[in-house]
């Protein structure tokens, strides 16, 4: 979906801009294509530019060079289809204004975080060309899935199902008429990424993560999914010893890979009807949950966020005594007295991903062990956003509020959760071999 963001003629300039942001991608990117077919028209070439933006809060050097490997690719692909690519120093709003004074138009692609939205603005104020957001990672817009935010994984299944009885099709991208480069450019070089990542100051280094970033590393992994662990996905998806989920979530956060592509590929697979279906209910119905959440919930990084119930029963058992507390340092050091919760928290540090199931848990355990709910809040906020290769997404901020309370019931009323949902490590044992999984990622955890 393209959506004018100024109603500007178009300019008398060299090229046709895509300032990339969200879909760092070459290939089944909406906003890519929009931005060829535009220049096509206009017989002049594309110059796709990317701003290394030296706020980025919160960032660690396994996102940087997560997140540069993906780039490098994606300047490879874009010169093979003869589009320039250009990585620049500094945030948007200075960065692009500056090329655009060369432009006929600029096309950028859609983030829903707050700082996205408000780099599109800021851009918006300054630019006096067309400038047009094409919607390309999700598969049903946010807007035509629903005009408000919605409750429940329900409640948004019930509006988004009917606008996948026309499942959108994949595209070719427009072969470019006009290749090349468009004027003298400079662009800060990619195979030195080591350098990039010193000059942008990121926190102190997380350690590697277990992934390496680009295209063809989602599609290896998208490859391995479908012939290994598919077929195994919906009665497996929650034993983190089964190793059967997709590894997609840092690809697709980063816009490496497009989740229409991957949708594509599972449904389009036959004999996996009840684990595709599975799949598909979390790649399109709860990530799409999550767009809905931050693009209509102005609050959706604190608990002002959660529904009026969980806010009244958690203010109701904020002084409720806590068994254990631990402090910020305890709970990232994985110095707790539970072993799961330790793996879970060490898996996360070691590899840049904790398990789906896992992260539940290790939510549920961080309100319990916290002083006040809003402390809790914070620590996973900071943690997750910190370690894990997807962090700092909208399925990020709708996984912590769903541990809250938030797009979930009321449950039986309990000490310190009230009538938010529980877990317990009973739960997780008889789920699956816990203790195994201790074993994999703590030498801490003893039988028992
Ligand atoms: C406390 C907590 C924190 C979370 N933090 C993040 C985060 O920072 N980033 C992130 O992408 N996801 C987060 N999730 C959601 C989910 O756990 C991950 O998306 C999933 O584990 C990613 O692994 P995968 O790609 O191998 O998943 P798969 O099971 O293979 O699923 C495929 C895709 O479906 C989507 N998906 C799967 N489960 C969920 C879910 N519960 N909610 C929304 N979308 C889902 C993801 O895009 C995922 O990549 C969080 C959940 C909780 C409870």
Redesign the pocket.
Known sequence: MERHLTHHDIGRGDYVLYWMQASQRAERNAALDAAIREANQLHKPVLVCFCLDPRGEGRQIRHLRFMLEGLTETQHLLEEQGITFMLRSGPPHEVVPVLAEDACLVVTDRGYLRGQREDRSRLAERLDIPFIEVEGDVIVPVEVASHKEEWSAATFRRRITPHLDHFPMQSPTPAVTVRGAPTEYETLPLDRPEDLIRSLNPLEDAGPAAFAGGLSEARRLLEW?MTGKLSR?ATG?NDPNADV??????Y??FGQIS?LE?ALRVRGHRGNGENAAA?LE??IV??E??MNFVHYDPDYATPACLPDWAKKTLAEHARDPREYVYTLRELEEALTHDPYWNAAQTEMRMTG????YM??Y??KKVIEWSQTPEEAYNT?LTL??RY?L????P??Y???A??FGKHDRAWKERPVFGKVRYMNAKGLRRKFDAGRYAARFGDTYKKG
């Open positions: 999914f996905y998806r989920l997709s590894c997609m979530s840092p697709l956060h989740p991957v799949y979390e790649l709860r990530r949950l999550s991903k904790m398990h789906g992260r539940m290790w939510g996973l997750n956003n894990e997807d962090g700092r997404d399925n990020s709708a996984g912590i769903w541990c």
